[in-house]
Protein backbone atom coordinates (compact mmCIF):
# COMPACT_ATOMS: atom_id res chain seq x y z
CA UNK A 1 0.00 0.00 0.00
CA UNK A 2 1.51 3.20 -0.86
CA UNK A 3 1.60 6.03 2.08
CA UNK A 4 -0.43 8.61 0.12
CA UNK A 5 -3.27 7.20 -2.72
CA UNK A 6 -4.72 10.39 -4.58
CA UNK A 7 -6.88 8.85 -7.92
CA UNK A 8 -5.51 10.60 -11.09
CA UNK A 9 -8.87 11.30 -12.67
CA UNK A 10 -9.00 13.26 -15.49
CA UNK A 11 -11.84 14.69 -13.26
CA UNK A 12 -13.88 16.58 -15.85
CA UNK A 13 -16.68 19.01 -14.32
CA UNK A 14 -18.84 21.71 -15.96
CA UNK A 15 -18.20 25.38 -14.90
CA UNK A 16 -19.44 26.85 -11.81
CA UNK A 17 -19.68 23.51 -10.38
CA UNK A 18 -18.23 22.38 -6.73
CA UNK A 19 -14.82 20.14 -7.21
CA UNK A 20 -14.47 17.71 -4.78
CA UNK A 21 -11.00 16.18 -4.72
CA UNK A 22 -9.38 13.60 -2.01
CA UNK A 23 -6.49 11.71 -0.57
CA UNK A 24 -5.82 8.80 2.28
CA UNK A 25 -3.41 7.84 3.99
CA UNK A 26 -1.53 5.21 5.73
CA UNK A 27 0.80 7.02 7.67
CA UNK A 28 -0.39 7.99 11.31
CA UNK A 29 2.41 9.96 11.71
CA UNK A 30 1.15 12.85 9.04
CA UNK A 31 -0.01 15.92 10.96
CA UNK A 32 0.49 18.56 8.07
CA UNK A 33 -1.61 18.61 4.73
CA UNK A 34 -0.88 20.76 2.07
CA UNK A 35 -2.61 20.93 -1.17
CA UNK A 36 -0.74 22.11 -4.24
CA UNK A 37 -1.74 23.30 -7.76
CA UNK A 38 0.49 22.45 -10.80
CA UNK A 39 -0.12 23.69 -14.43
CA UNK A 40 1.88 21.82 -17.58
CA UNK A 41 5.09 22.30 -17.49
CA UNK A 42 4.90 24.84 -14.24
CA UNK A 43 6.31 24.31 -10.36
CA UNK A 44 4.01 23.24 -8.23
CA UNK A 45 2.36 26.23 -6.29
CA UNK A 46 0.89 26.04 -2.95
CA UNK A 47 -2.92 26.72 -2.19
CA UNK A 48 -3.76 25.27 1.41
CA UNK A 49 -1.71 24.03 4.34
CA UNK A 50 -3.36 22.88 7.35
CA UNK A 51 -2.29 21.04 10.77
CA UNK A 52 -4.35 18.17 12.63
CA UNK A 53 -7.96 17.77 11.91
CA UNK A 54 -10.64 20.40 10.94
CA UNK A 55 -11.49 22.75 7.97
CA UNK A 56 -9.71 25.35 6.36
CA UNK A 57 -11.14 28.18 3.94
CA UNK A 58 -9.42 30.22 1.64
CA UNK A 59 -11.91 32.21 -0.95
CA UNK A 60 -13.47 29.87 -3.01
CA UNK A 61 -10.94 27.00 -1.81
CA UNK A 62 -11.47 24.60 1.64
CA UNK A 63 -9.49 22.08 2.46
CA UNK A 64 -10.93 19.26 5.03
CA UNK A 65 -8.90 16.62 7.20
CA UNK A 66 -10.27 13.98 8.96
CA UNK A 67 -7.19 12.39 11.00
CA UNK A 68 -9.44 9.33 12.20
CA UNK A 69 -10.08 8.22 8.81
CA UNK A 70 -7.15 9.40 7.04
CA UNK A 71 -8.55 11.21 4.81
CA UNK A 72 -8.04 15.27 3.26
CA UNK A 73 -10.32 16.90 0.68
CA UNK A 74 -9.97 19.97 -1.06
CA UNK A 75 -13.19 21.43 -2.21
CA UNK A 76 -13.24 24.26 -4.94
CA UNK A 77 -16.91 26.21 -5.32
CA UNK A 78 -17.83 28.18 -8.70
CA UNK A 79 -15.25 26.51 -10.38
CA UNK A 80 -13.68 28.34 -13.10
CA UNK A 81 -11.57 27.03 -16.89
CA UNK A 82 -8.40 28.62 -14.84
CA UNK A 83 -8.84 26.01 -12.05
CA UNK A 84 -8.29 23.18 -14.56
CA UNK A 85 -4.85 22.06 -13.57
CA UNK A 86 -2.99 18.82 -11.54
CA UNK A 87 -3.55 19.17 -7.82
CA UNK A 88 -1.11 17.59 -5.65
CA UNK A 89 -1.95 16.16 -2.10
CA UNK A 90 1.09 16.55 0.14
CA UNK A 91 2.00 15.52 4.00
CA UNK A 92 4.50 15.77 6.34
CA UNK A 93 5.08 14.01 10.15
CA UNK A 94 7.63 17.20 11.37
CA UNK A 95 6.45 20.85 11.50
CA UNK A 96 9.87 21.55 10.19
CA UNK A 97 9.62 19.80 6.87
CA UNK A 98 13.18 18.62 7.08
CA UNK A 99 11.55 15.15 6.46
CA UNK A 100 10.37 16.17 2.93
CA UNK A 101 7.35 16.36 2.11
CA UNK A 102 5.32 12.73 0.74
CA UNK A 103 3.01 13.81 -2.20
CA UNK A 104 0.03 11.95 -3.95
CA UNK A 105 0.47 11.38 -7.87
CA UNK A 106 -2.04 14.16 -8.48
CA UNK A 107 -5.56 14.62 -9.47
CA UNK A 108 -5.91 16.03 -13.42
CA UNK A 109 -8.94 18.34 -12.99
CA UNK A 110 -10.82 19.90 -16.38
CA UNK A 111 -13.19 22.24 -16.10
CA UNK A 112 -15.24 22.59 -19.17
CA UNK A 113 -16.48 26.19 -20.10
CA UNK B 1 12.10 39.01 -5.86
CA UNK B 2 12.55 36.84 -8.57
CA UNK B 3 11.46 33.67 -7.65
CA UNK B 4 13.14 29.99 -7.54
CA UNK B 5 15.08 30.09 -10.74
CA UNK B 6 16.03 26.56 -12.66
CA UNK B 7 18.52 26.08 -15.33
CA UNK B 8 18.20 24.68 -17.47
CA UNK B 9 14.69 24.17 -18.13
CA UNK B 10 15.59 21.31 -20.30
CA UNK B 11 18.32 19.51 -20.51
CA UNK B 12 19.05 16.36 -23.01
CA UNK B 13 22.06 13.82 -22.31
CA UNK B 14 23.14 10.72 -23.68
CA UNK B 15 23.52 7.56 -21.28
CA UNK B 16 26.49 7.38 -19.46
CA UNK B 17 27.60 11.50 -19.41
CA UNK B 18 26.58 13.70 -16.72
CA UNK B 19 23.72 16.14 -15.87
CA UNK B 20 24.31 19.31 -13.80
CA UNK B 21 21.19 20.68 -12.60
CA UNK B 22 21.33 24.07 -10.96
CA UNK B 23 18.82 25.98 -8.76
CA UNK B 24 19.20 29.30 -7.41
CA UNK B 25 16.76 29.96 -4.12
CA UNK B 26 14.60 32.99 -3.45
CA UNK B 27 16.65 36.07 -2.37
CA UNK B 28 17.01 35.30 1.36
CA UNK B 29 16.43 31.86 1.70
CA UNK B 30 18.81 29.48 2.70
CA UNK B 31 16.85 26.18 2.59
CA UNK B 32 16.47 24.20 -0.16
CA UNK B 33 14.76 20.92 -1.22
CA UNK B 34 15.33 18.80 -4.28
CA UNK B 35 12.63 16.23 -5.74
CA UNK B 36 11.87 14.49 -8.92
CA UNK B 37 9.03 14.05 -10.90
CA UNK B 38 8.53 10.59 -12.93
CA UNK B 39 6.17 10.85 -15.84
CA UNK B 40 2.58 9.53 -13.91
CA UNK B 41 3.55 9.90 -10.83
CA UNK B 42 4.00 12.11 -7.60
CA UNK B 43 7.22 14.59 -6.56
CA UNK B 44 9.82 12.77 -4.21
CA UNK B 45 12.16 14.16 -2.01
CA UNK B 46 15.82 13.71 -2.69
CA UNK B 47 17.34 15.79 -1.08
CA UNK B 48 17.36 18.80 1.44
CA UNK B 49 20.24 21.06 1.84
CA UNK B 50 21.06 24.04 4.10
CA UNK B 51 24.26 26.41 2.83
CA UNK B 52 27.64 24.32 2.76
CA UNK B 53 25.43 21.19 4.36
CA UNK B 54 23.34 18.53 3.52
CA UNK B 55 20.55 17.91 6.22
CA UNK B 56 18.71 14.77 5.00
CA UNK B 57 19.02 13.02 1.72
CA UNK B 58 17.39 9.93 2.42
CA UNK B 59 15.51 10.14 -0.65
CA UNK B 60 18.87 10.04 -3.12
CA UNK B 61 19.71 7.10 -4.53
CA UNK B 62 23.05 5.49 -3.56
CA UNK B 63 24.77 5.60 -6.41
CA UNK B 64 25.58 8.35 -9.38
CA UNK B 65 23.56 10.87 -7.78
CA UNK B 66 24.96 14.14 -4.87
CA UNK B 67 23.97 17.61 -4.22
CA UNK B 68 25.78 20.54 -3.00
CA UNK B 69 24.54 23.75 -1.65
CA UNK B 70 28.16 25.86 -1.59
CA UNK B 71 28.61 29.24 0.36
CA UNK B 72 28.58 31.00 -3.07
CA UNK B 73 26.72 30.33 -5.71
CA UNK B 74 23.41 27.76 -6.84
CA UNK B 75 22.45 24.37 -5.45
CA UNK B 76 23.72 21.82 -7.98
CA UNK B 77 22.11 18.50 -8.48
CA UNK B 78 24.13 16.06 -10.10
CA UNK B 79 24.00 12.86 -11.44
CA UNK B 80 26.69 10.77 -13.14
CA UNK B 81 26.39 8.11 -15.98
CA UNK B 82 22.79 8.95 -16.52
CA UNK B 83 20.37 6.30 -17.61
CA UNK B 84 17.54 6.31 -19.57
CA UNK B 85 15.42 6.01 -16.22
CA UNK B 86 16.50 9.06 -15.06
CA UNK B 87 14.60 11.19 -17.18
CA UNK B 88 12.07 13.16 -15.01
CA UNK B 89 11.57 16.47 -13.73
CA UNK B 90 13.44 17.48 -11.04
CA UNK B 91 11.73 20.62 -8.95
CA UNK B 92 13.87 22.53 -6.45
CA UNK B 93 12.13 24.62 -3.00
CA UNK B 94 13.67 26.81 -1.30
CA UNK B 95 12.24 28.82 1.82
CA UNK B 96 13.88 31.08 4.52
CA UNK B 97 14.27 28.69 6.87
CA UNK B 98 13.32 25.25 8.23
CA UNK B 99 10.34 25.73 8.02
CA UNK B 100 9.55 24.17 4.13
CA UNK B 101 5.88 23.82 5.01
CA UNK B 102 4.92 27.83 5.78
CA UNK B 103 3.69 29.31 2.94
CA UNK B 104 6.71 31.28 2.06
CA UNK B 105 8.23 28.05 0.48
CA UNK B 106 8.13 27.88 -2.95
CA UNK B 107 9.27 25.51 -6.01
CA UNK B 108 10.68 26.55 -9.13
CA UNK B 109 9.97 25.61 -12.42
CA UNK B 110 11.46 22.63 -12.99
CA UNK B 111 14.32 20.75 -15.16
CA UNK B 112 12.91 18.44 -17.29
CA UNK B 113 16.05 16.00 -17.87
CA UNK B 114 15.49 13.25 -21.23
CA UNK B 115 18.33 10.68 -21.87
CA UNK B 116 18.57 9.56 -25.01
Known amino acids: QKEVEQDPGPLSVPEGAIVSLNCTYSNSAFQYFMWYRQYSRKGPELLMY????GNKEDGRFTAQVDKSSKYISLFIRDSQPSDSATYLCAMSAREGGADGLTFGKGTHLIIQP | NAGVMQNPRHLVRRRGQEARLRCSPMKGHSHVYWYRQLPEEGLKFMVYLQKENIIDESGMPKERFSAEFPKEGPSILRIQQVVRGDSAAYFC??????????????FGQGTRLTVV
Open chain 2, 93 to 106: ASSPDQGFLNTEAF
Open chain 1, 50 to 53: TYSS
